[in-house]
């Protein structure tokens, strides 16, 4: 989820894969991977992630946070709701401008 989440934050902001890899510096394979899931980004780079589209790095890592799937059934439930219904809005924003 922490991945399609960076995905469209760099969507909403209408940046390409490119100037956005130039802005963390790394490289855009390295970015696509990070964006597609095959990687996960650090600390350091959420942090850059952050400062660049000026968003807390809680914010972020809220969809990094893993679902208890014994634990507080509700709250839990709550949690995935606001993550999927944020990720929805962003995603109909990017079809709208596709």
């Known amino acids: ?14 940046m390409k894969s ?8 790394i490289s855009v394979s390295y970015l696509s991977e990070i964006e597609t899931g095959k ?10 992630y952050s400062s660049i589209f000026h968003i807390k790095p809680s914010a972020i890592l809220f969809f990094s ?4 799937k014994d634990g ?11 993550r999927f219904k944020m990720l929805s ?3 109909a924003i990017e079809n ?3």
């Open 96 to 98: 709208a401008a596709a």
């Open 1 to 14: 989820m922490l991945n399609e989440a960076l995905r469209l934050i760099r969507v909403f902001h209408d």
């Open 72 to 82: 507080d059934g509700l709250r839990s439930k709550i949690k995935q709701s606001i």
């Open 65 to 68: 946070e893993e679902i208890e």
């Open 39 to 48: 990687k996960k980004p650090s600390i350091e780079l959420i942090t850059k």
């Open 18 to 25: 490119v100037e956005l890899a130039k802005e963390l510096s």
């Open 89 to 91: 809005f962003l995603k």
